[in-house]
């Protein structure tokens, strides 16, 4: 298996653009969890799918981020706009489902924002 | 709350064992796990314990778990420059999905 893929691995861009990350999880996940690590915050859950279903939205920072699911084998993260203190490096990971299982984790998509 | 820590730095000569430390708050956890994480890279899965074992090994790897005081450990034997990474230690509570990851324990090993 390929394990978890994002893309873009490195986007810069400027502020107040929309910046959009992808992620593909392991064939036969079924949860997926979108992360932020920062030097200050360290490693912050953003959001966790179920089934292709948001469960737990509770640690998206502000309504400038947005994250969708439409299928088992494919989720976006939309920050629009975008603000210089969006850059971190944001990792999507997925796990087999039940609650406690191991979480897989992607290269990481490294976000600029001038 | 729930919270994990850990020391954030570590050094080793080549050759030595390394052991990482980690303590967290919540005695329901479950599931525990060390990740690796290498410059510009994503986490990668070390290895894991239940709650309900004392010791996990796996090659160079021995996890110890001491339920009593919420401490768990990760002892790398015979360390190599390869090792140098940050460690992650996560902690999963019960009947949830979240993790609680540490801070990280950055690794560094001489030559």
């Known amino acids: 298996d390929a394990g978890v893929i994002q893309s873009p691995r490195h986007e810069v861009t400027e502020m107040g653009q929309e910046v959009t990350l992808r992620c593909k999880p392991i064939?036969?996940?079924?949860?997926l969890f979108w992360y932020r690590q920062t030097m200050m915050r360290g490693l912050e859950l953003l959001i966790y799918f179920n089934n292709n279903v948001p469960i737990d939205d509770s640690g998206m920072p502000e309504d400038r981020f947005s994250a969708k699911m439409p299928n088992a084998s494919f989720s976006t993260l939309k920050i629009q706009p975008s603000e210089p203190r969006d850059s971190a490096v944001y990792f999507c990971?997925?796990?087999?489902?039940?609650?406690?299982?191991?979480?897989?984790f992607g290269p990481g998509t490294r976000l600029t924002v001038l | 709350g729930e919270d994990v820590e850990q020391s954030l730095f570590l050094s080793v000569r080549e050759g030595d064992s390394s052991v990482i430390n980690c303590t967290y708050t919540d005695s329901s956890s479950t599931y525990l796990y060390w990740y690796k994480q290498e410059p510009g890279a994503g986490l990668q899965l070390l290895t894991y314990i239940f709650s309900n074992m004392d010791m996990k090994q796996d090659q160079r790897l021995t996890v110890l778990l001491n339920k009593k005081d919420k401490h768990l450990s990760l002892r790398i034997a015979d360390t190599q420059t390869g090792d140098s990474a940050i460690y992650f230690c996560a902690a999963v509570f019960s009947g949830t999905y979240k993790y609680i990851f540490g801070t990280g324990t950055r690794l560094k090993v001489l030559a």
């Open positions: 064939s036969g996940h079924n949860s």
């Open positions: 990971a997925s796990s087999a489902g039940t609650p406690g299982e191991a979480q897989y």
